[in-house]
């Protein structure tokens, strides 16, 4: 297969990727037109985003499953169809009860495509350069991440909020006219089936751990927080119990018990924490401290999603050669030394000061994300790629959901600009932990599937 032909199907699934992932932060910049919009009050506007947020994480590892038994193919077109429709009736909406649950809607099809993207992309690439295919969906990760609160303030300086979902609607349209020409089919496990118990237990976990987190940060009801944190302590419990047994476990409990697997899905949940760290708490910074504006804000955060697109194609060439326990490594360090650079910059910076150090970031976690990815994906079994990709796509939710607590429990106990450096500091010393975490891999077996595909 020659590399075009490599990178056309892939090109369906970035598409849906940086569509799902930017639509995750994107409502956030809107959120204060919504508010007005609707005329509802802002902890009951935050349901716009924690609805789609938590529908994702409730539904993300049983749809991964579903990959694994019908085919990942089949998942990611229905999550297509699902989350372009759903992004209709987001632009239609006429009253904020019908954008919840059009966004509702926009999450169940978030969920199939993020549970099955990365197993699509072991398929497509041949293994000598899947590193090289894990890179480009790394890249469009991070960077939507990154990026979502500039391209949404570009697109409200011009155009009203509803254009956030019109403008997925054509390229929801591509990348399912795409897929169902190219992406390529796997080998489903008929035999196996999803009790309904099992799914139940999924999302109720999942569902309640979100909400209490979601809760907290945004100082909702202490009674209903606490109420859902207990139920989340019982029916995990009882959920993970019923796992440990299960022959086709919706939370690979058996991937788990792989060291590297387990160790890199530790150090991904920690490094997209630092990111969210950073990402949240900097537009304060420097808006109370440093008096940007927020066009200006936009434009001081864009050297981040620059360098990691730089840097992501860069790791996917190197993991070919070096083990990805050092790569990783490396990435984390970087990382950790931009988000240090930060914490000491002082307030009276010029915007050549605060580029760089912003790029530093940016670099740092590109070349960690490809190398981490990889490991996980190339150390499950091929016939578990559905639940391996569905872990990942835990991991960065997870994460992005830890760090967007902690900023909040920051600013909720002191000012914006101090908050807003400890949170730097924060995050640099938990990008720290995980590039220690990751450097401990390299004692761990790693067979590079370039290697292995010339056994």
Same mark, same amino acid.
């Given at each position: 297969?020659?590399?075009?032909?490599?990178?056309?199907?892939?090109?369906?699934?970035?598409?849906?990727?940086?569509?799902?992932?930017?639509?995750?932060?994107?409502?956030?910049?809107?959120?204060?037109?919504?508010?007005?919009?609707?005329?509802?009050?802002?902890?009951?506007?935050?349901?716009?985003?924690?609805?789609?947020?938590?529908?994702?994480?409730?539904?993300?590892?049983?749809?991964?499953?579903?990959?694994?038994?019908?085919?990942?193919?089949?998942?990611?077109?229905?999550?297509?169809?699902?989350?372009?429709?759903?992004?209709?009736?987001?632009?239609?909406?006429?009253?904020?009860?019908?954008?919840?649950?059009?966004?509702?809607?926009?999450?169940?099809?978030?969920?199939?495509?993020?549970?099955?993207?990365?197993?699509?992309?072991?398929?497509?690439?041949?293994?000598?350069?899947?590193?090289?295919?894990?890179?480009?969906?790394?890249?469009?990760?991070?960077?939507?991440?990154?990026?979502?609160?500039?391209?949404?303030?570009?697109?409200?300086?011009?155009?009203?909020?509803?254009?956030?979902?019109?403008?997925?609607?054509?390229?929801?349209?591509?990348?399912?006219?795409?897929?169902?020409?190219?992406?390529?089919?796997?080998?489903?496990?008929?035999?196996?089936?999803?009790?309904?118990?099992?799914?139940?237990?999924?999302?109720?976990?999942?569902?309640?751990?979100?909400?209490?987190?979601?809760?907290?940060?945004?100082?909702?009801?202490?009674?209903?927080?606490?109420?859902?944190?207990?139920?989340?302590?019982?029916?995990?419990?009882?959920?993970?119990?019923?796992?440990?047994?299960?022959?086709?476990?919706?939370?690979?409990?058996?991937?788990?018990?792989?060291?590297?697997?387990?160790?890199?899905?530790?150090?991904?949940?920690?490094?997209?924490?630092?990111?969210?760290?950073?990402?949240?708490?900097?537009?304060?910074?420097?808006?109370?401290?440093?008096?940007?504006?927020?066009?200006?804000?936009?434009?001081?955060?864009?050297?981040?999603?620059?360098?990691?697109?730089?840097?992501?194609?860069?790791?996917?060439?190197?993991?070919?050669?070096?083990?990805?326990? %050092?790569?990783? &490594?490396?990435?984390?360090?970087?990382?950790? !030394?931009? $988000?240090? +650079? =930060?914490?000491?910059?002082?307030?009276?910076?010029?915007?050549?000061?605060?580029?760089?150090?912003?790029?530093?970031?940016?670099?740092?976690?590109?070349?960690?994300?490809?190398?981490?990815?990889?490991?996980?994906?190339?150390?499950?079994?091929?016939?578990?790629?559905?639940?391996?990709?569905?872990?990942?796509?835990?991991?960065?939710?997870?994460?992005?959901?830890?760090?967007?607590?902690?900023?909040? %429990?920051?600013? &909720?106990?002191?000012?914006?600009?101090?908050? !807003?450096? $400890?949170? +730097? =500091?924060?995050?640099?010393?938990?990008?720290?932990?995980?590039?220690?975490?990751?450097?401990?891999?390299?004692?761990?077996?790693?067979?590079?599937?370039?290697?292995?595909?010339?056994?």
């Amino acid at each position: 297969m020659s590399l075009l032909r490599q990178c056309f199907p892939v090109v369906s699934v970035i598409i849906v990727i940086v569509m799902s992932v930017l639509d995750g932060t994107l409502v956030n910049v809107a959120l204060p037109s919504l508010t007005k919009e609707f005329d509802v009050e802002p902890n009951t506007a935050i349901w716009l985003i924690n609805s789609y947020q938590m529908v994702i994480m409730m539904f993300l590892l049983v749809f991964a499953t579903f990959g694994d038994i019908i085919g990942y193919r089949k998942v990611f077109l229905y999550g297509v169809t699902v989350f372009t429709i759903a992004s209709a009736l987001c632009a239609l909406s006429q009253n904020f009860e019908m954008l919840v649950c059009s966004r509702v809607l926009q999450g169940l099809g978030a969920a199939c495509v993020m549970s099955v993207n990365t197993a699509l992309v072991r398929l497509i690439y041949p293994p000598e350069v899947l590193g090289r295919g894990m890179s480009i969906n790394a890249m469009a990760v991070a960077v939507s991440s990154a990026a979502g609160p500039s391209i949404a303030g570009l697109i409200l300086s011009a155009l009203s909020w509803h254009w956030l979902f019109a403008i997925n609607i054509p390229l929801g349209i591509i990348s399912f006219w795409i897929g169902y020409k190219r992406l390529p089919r796997n080998v489903s496990l008929k035999k196996k089936n999803v009790g309904f118990w099992g799914c139940l237990g999924n999302v109720l976990t999942f569902g309640l751990m979100i909400y209490a987190l979601e809760g907290f940060a945004h100082h909702e009801s202490r009674v209903l927080i606490s109420v859902a944190f207990v139920a989340f302590l019982v029916i995990g419990y009882f959920y993970l119990r019923s796992q440990l047994n299960a022959s086709t476990p919706l939370l690979p409990v058996d991937l788990l018990k792989i060291p590297i697997f387990a160790r890199s899905i530790m150090t991904s949940v920690s490094s997209f924490m630092a990111q969210m760290l950073a990402m949240v708490s900097l537009p304060f910074f420097f808006q109370d401290a440093m008096h940007f504006t927020p066009v200006e804000i936009g434009v001081l955060l864009t050297p981040w999603p620059i360098a990691t697109m730089l840097t992501a194609p860069i790791a996917g060439r190197l993991v070919e050669r070096y083990h990805p326990g %050092i790569l990783g &490594a490396i990435g984390m360090g970087i990382f950790s !030394a931009g $988000l240090f +650079l =930060l914490y000491f910059m002082p307030e009276g910076s010029d915007v050549a000061d605060i580029f760089w150090r912003v790029m530093i970031c940016g670099a740092g976690f590109g070349l960690f994300q490809t190398p981490n990815n990889l490991t996980i994906m190339s150390s499950a079994p091929m016939e578990r790629s559905g639940g391996a990709s569905g872990m990942l796509g835990m991991a960065r939710l997870c994460g992005q959901t830890l760090g967007t607590t902690a900023v909040a %429990i920051v600013f &909720a106990v002191m000012p914006h600009t101090a908050g !807003a450096r $400890l949170c +730097l =500091l924060f995050g640099a010393v938990v990008a720290l932990i995980a590039g220690t975490a990751s450097i401990s891999r390299v004692t761990q077996k790693f067979v590079n599937p370039r290697n292995r595909s010339r056994q």
